[in-house]
């Protein structure tokens, strides 16, 4: 049976007990199931660690503490094992859900930490830093994320913007356009139609890695992707922008698949790519540290967590990676756990493997030269 030392650990998910979750899920350990939820990046779903499905691969998991912490990170229940469904037995976990619960009935007013931390018998301090170390983002984050789900689902069911945006709790037509760029990765108007207006010339090249996918805005590259069928790849992208006016130009790309091609083979190491990426506020702080790490080099996920004034935000970075939208040009694979070991990797560990590897060669190589 799990102790009490075991829920501890799994509220900061730390990297030892990631070894011990790991093993409840291979073994599908009834014992643990309350006390830490899994999510498969390949299937979207997050599951209790006794799920009966087939089990995923060890670099395809994530580990939440909390079920809302797993659709925060955009996982959905497994309707198999039924997540939702799992008593939470964490005294801290359970005071944590109380608080989302809390912010999920009251979106339409402005977040009032201080009457939470009223409700819930907790300094406002203490509140936020469980809420985080739990959630791994702020009660703000929360609620302004929550808020873009509840209008995301609104207009999609075909309510106007005017009227989602307010049953969302934004108080204004400013405060919604504020946000928008960040959350919704275009304006409220084009999100409602799917990305409809939006046009985005792609191309698809082979590489040492199998096939790379490029794909571009007016503004930059909005997407760089690995795979091993065309077909894959470009069906990731229209499932992202399904209304976008997507169209195959090799000539348009020519530049940017020459830049990435040569930074793979360590000719061009530092590419000049301008990006039309969106993310939150925390992601865009996370990708723009990945992007300092020099060539031929890694840093684990604490030390980006640390870089970025969050110490404790070790997850939520390794979210943030798992989320990044433009490979190599932001290098997510330079991220490795504190052990050395590569760790996961959207593409695949076996890719993130075979990048470090000659990076580091011809990082070896360029110093031997000078």
């Not at 049953?167 to 959350?183: N, P, W």
């Not at 490795?336 to 590897?357: D, F, I, Q, S, T």
């Amino acid at each position: 049976m799990a102790n009490s030392s075991n829920i501890r650990i799994a509220t900061t998910a730390a990297a030892p007990a990631e070894e011990w979750f790991w093993q409840a899920i291979r073994t599908r350990d009834a014992d643990y199931d309350g006390l830490f939820y899994y999510g498969v990046r390949t299937t979207g779903v997050y599951c209790r660690p006794s799920c009966a499905s087939r089990q995923p691969r060890r670099e395809n998991v994530l580990f939440f503490a909390l079920p809302e912490a797993a659709r925060q990170a955009g996982f959905r229940a497994c309707l198999r094992c039924r997540p939702d469904e799992t008593a939470v037995r964490d005294p801290q976990a359970e005071l944590t859900q109380s608080l989302c619960r809390l912010i999920d009935q009251h979106l339409e007013e402005p977040l009032n930490i201080a009457a939470l931390s009223e409700q819930v018998k907790l300094s406002q301090f203490h509140l936020q830093r469980l809420f985080k170390k739990l959630m791994g983002i702020t009660p703000r984050q929360y609620a302004e994320a929550r808020r873009a789900d509840l209008f995301k689902t609104r207009v999609k069911a075909g309510q106007s913007v005017t009227e989602a945006m307010y049953e969302a709790g934004y108080g204004s037509s400013s405060r919604l356009y504020e946000k928008a760029a960040a959350q919704l990765g275009m304006t409220p108007a084009t999100y409602r139609k799917g990305g409809k207006g939006m046009r985005i010339n792609y191309t698809i090249a082979e590489c040492p890695l199998g096939l790379l996918l490029v794909a571009v805005t007016d503004k930059g590259i909005c997407s760089v992707t690995l795979g091993d069928k065309d077909e894959d790849l470009t069906g990731g992208l229209r499932a992202e922008f399904p209304q976008a006016d997507i169209a195959r130009d090799e000539k348009r790309l020519q530049t940017q698949v020459r830049a990435l091609l040569g930074r793979l083979e360590g000719q061009e190491p530092h590419p000049d790519l301008p990006l039309d990426v969106q993310g939150t506020a925390f992601q865009k702080r996370v990708w723009e540290e990945l992007r300092r790490i020099p060539y031929g080099q890694t840093a684990s996920y604490g030390e980006i967590a640390r870089r970025i004034g969050q110490p404790s935000a070790t997850r939520a970075v390794a979210r943030a990676c798992a989320t990044n939208p433009a490979a190599i040009v932001t290098p997510c694979h330079r991220v490795v756990r504190e052990n050395g070991e590569p760790g996961g990797y959207r593409w695949g560990v076996e890719r993130k493997r075979r990048l470090l590897e000659k990076e580091k060669s011809a990082s070896l190589k360029r110093a031997a030269k000078q």
